[in-house]
C-alpha cells in the first residue's frame, strides 16, 4: 500500500497521510461509509476537504462509469467521475495510542494511577 503525505489546505492544517483507492468500487465504498466526507488533491498540489452534495449516479452497462456529486465550500460544485479517480485520497488512520491511565493498571500500592497509586 503506497502512502502519499500531503500539507492540508496550503499547509495551515498540516499534514496528513493518505493512499489512493485501488478502484472504482473502493472509491464508492468509501463514500457511502464516511457519510460523504472525503480528501481531493487539488491543482496546487495539497489536500482538501470535500463532501458528497447527492446520490452517486451508476451505470448498469458500464460497472466502472459513475458521477459523484460533491460540494466544497458556499458556493462551489462538481460532479466527479472516474477519471477523477487519481485524485481522491483515502486518509490512513493511525492506531489509537492514547496515554491516559487505564483503571485496571494497578501498582504496589493496590490503587490505579488514576486513583492516585504510584
Known amino acids: 500500500m503506497d502512502?502519499?503525505?500531503?500539507?492540508?489546505?496550503?499547509?495551515?492544517?498540516g499534514t496528513k497521510t493518505?493512499?489512493?483507492?485501488?478502484?472504482?468500487?473502493?472509491?464508492?465504498?468509501?463514500f457511502e461509509n464516511h457519510r460523504g466526507w472525503f480528501w481531493l488533491i487539488t491543482n496546487a498540489g495539497d489536500a482538501k476537504?470535500?463532501?458528497?452534495?447527492?446520490a452517486i449516479k451508476r451505470w448498469k452497462r458500464d460497472p466502472n462509469r459513475v458521477e459523484i456529486p460533491v460540494k466544497y465550500g458556499l458556493y462551489e460544485h462538481v460532479r466527479l467521475d472516474a477519471s477523477y479517480l487519481d485524485r481522491v485520497l483515502?486518509?490512513?488512520?493511525?492506531?489509537?495510542?492514547?496515554?491516559a491511565p487505564t483503571l485496571?493498571?494497578?501498582?504496589?500500592?493496590?490503587?490505579s494511577p488514576a486513583l492516585g497509586g504510584v
Open 3 to 13: 502512502t502519499i503525505t500531503l500539507p492540508c489546505y496550503g499547509g495551515k492544517q
Open 18 to 30: 493518505f493512499r489512493k483507492p485501488a478502484n472504482v468500487q473502493e472509491m464508492i465504498e468509501h
Open 49 to 54: 476537504q470535500v463532501r458528497r452534495n447527492g
Open 90 to 99: 483515502i486518509e490512513v488512520t493511525t492506531a489509537n495510542t492514547s496515554l
Open 104 to 111: 485496571a493498571t494497578t501498582h504496589e500500592s493496590g490503587l
